[in-house]
């Protein structure tokens, strides 16, 4: 459910046109919706009452600070992959005693930084790193905090580049190692155990792997609190899917109803790391047509948006709905929707039907809003787009365009 809808055939984010915010901001500008993201938040809340929890939103999905800002005043702690992404915590307002730092390469710096923020906790994802982040907490004199993020070796049945689980990724420490490294760290005076933790990938739309991988872990989770470690908390990572085309996604209610009885008796505070489910579906992505082109084999749609400012449909081929901001009568015709970067994989939609545009006809590329504005460069020399977050009939920049100026900010001619 989002909140971009037409009235009387002109898109809107909840009360504002797209076409009034394209005309005073410009073009490439993502939108947000508040009550979308919002909403999304809630939803996921309600599906959880009665089970202790912390909804950590995945900043990797979006690391805007005002959306940072909109769930840390809903409530919401965080996860995240990296110092920068602490900071903008911080920033934000967003609380590190409600903040889970995963990912394969943490540096010792980042480890002391977020140590002396007072995380909640540390995701460690190999031997090497659990040592490492001994180190670090006797250097402070404090006991880190951590789970050993595991590798249930579970096909999570997506793209292969957003996948996880399988003993084949870089992610986590193998199952069956886990037992071996807390004894280790019963040892280790800068460390404290205090939870377990997976994820096997984004974009899930199934829930059977999400069992299996579940079900494994807080098996595991058992077993070591049998064994006498004190453990609190189950992290059992992001990966909800979103509609982008025709998936459907389990609702949050059918995850957690499946998340719930997998970790039945666990005793555990359960730690949830959506990403894409709070802000894929509230956002769009504002783009003019340039140029209509046909060759002797196809109608190419040149727009302003390209691969740098959403790199999804060129990385993973990923589909993204294209609407447009004004609705035009007609019969659609089969056209590729390319960007102006010089890569022969800058296509936005390929073999779409389209009633064919019109120069500067605006369309929304829509379900944009996780890992859309996050992974944009300034490739071929583009500044990156503008952010807009609209709330009922009010709307503002929450990120203004970037100039040329940007473009060299730190650079010796
Ligand atoms: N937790 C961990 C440890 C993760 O690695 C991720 C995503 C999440 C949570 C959030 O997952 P979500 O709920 O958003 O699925 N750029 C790709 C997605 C990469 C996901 C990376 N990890 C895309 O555009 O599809």
């Known amino acids: 459910m989002n909140h971009f809808n037409y009235v009387r055939g002109s898109l809107h984010a909840e ?129 880190a905090p951590f789970a050993l993020r595991v590798n249930p070796d579970v096909d999570a049945r997506t793209h292969r580049y957003i996948s996880t689980g399988l003993k084949t990724s870089k992610f986590g420490v193998p199952f069956e190692e886990a037992v071996a490294l807390y004894a280790r760290s019963r040892k280790m005076k800068g460390l404290s155990a205090v939870g377990l933790d997976c994820h096997i990938g984004s974009q899930l739309t199934q829930a059977a792997p999400m069992k299996v991988a579940i079900s494994k872990v807080a098996g595991l989770y058992r077993s070591l609190k049998e064994q006498g470690y004190p453990l609190s908390y189950l992290d059992i990572g992001g990966g909800l899917g979103i509609t982008y085309s025709d998936e459907t996604p389990p609702s949050p209610a059918e995850y957690a109803r499946t998340v719930l009885k997998a970790v039945e008796d666990t005793g555990s505070t359960l730690i949830l790391e959506p990403g894409r489910a709070l802000v894929g579906n509230a956002g769009v992505l504002l783009t003019r047509v340039l140029y209509r082109k046909r060759t002797p084999t196809k109608t190419f749609v040149v727009v302003d948006v390209g691969m740098n400012d959403l790199i999804r449909p060129a990385l993973y081929e990923a589909h993204h709905a294209l609407q447009p901001v004004v609705k035009r009568r007609g019969k659609p015709v089969e056209v590729d929707v390319v960007g102006p970067v010089c890569e022969s994989s800058d296509v936005l939609a390929r073999a779409r039907a389209l009633v064919l545009p019109q120069q500067d006809d605006l369309y929304a590329v829509m379900s944009a809003g996780a890992y859309g504005m996050s992974m944009s460069s300034t490739y071929n020399s583009r500044p990156r787009s503008a952010e807009v977050l609209v709330d009922g009939a009010a709307w503002r920049v929450i990120r203004e365009r970037e100039t040329v100026e940007d473009l060299w900010r730190g650079e010796r001619a």
């Not at 009034?20 to 999304?40: C, D, F, K, N, W």
């Not at 900071?87 to 990912?103: D, I, L, Y």
């Open 15 to 143: 009360q504002v046109p797209l076409a009034a915010i394209a005309e005073a901001v410009g073009t490439p500008t993502y939108v947000y919706s508040t009550a979308t993201l919002t909403r999304h938040f809630r939803v996921v809340t309600e599906a959880f009452q009665g089970t202790p929890h912390l909804i950590c939103y995945s900043v990797k999905a979006n690391s805007t600070l005002a959306v940072l800002h909109l769930f840390a005043k809903e409530g919401g702690g965080f996860d995240i992959v990296s110092g920068g992404e602490l900071a903008r915590v911080q920033r934000a307002g967003g609380s590190p005693g409600k903040t889970v730092f995963a990912g394969v390469g943490k540096t010792p710096e980042e480890m002391e930084q977020a140590l002396a923020a007072g995380i909640l906790m540390f995701n460690v994802e190999s031997a090497e790193e659990l040592e490492a982040l001994d180190a670090v907490g006797r250097k402070v004199g404090r006991r």
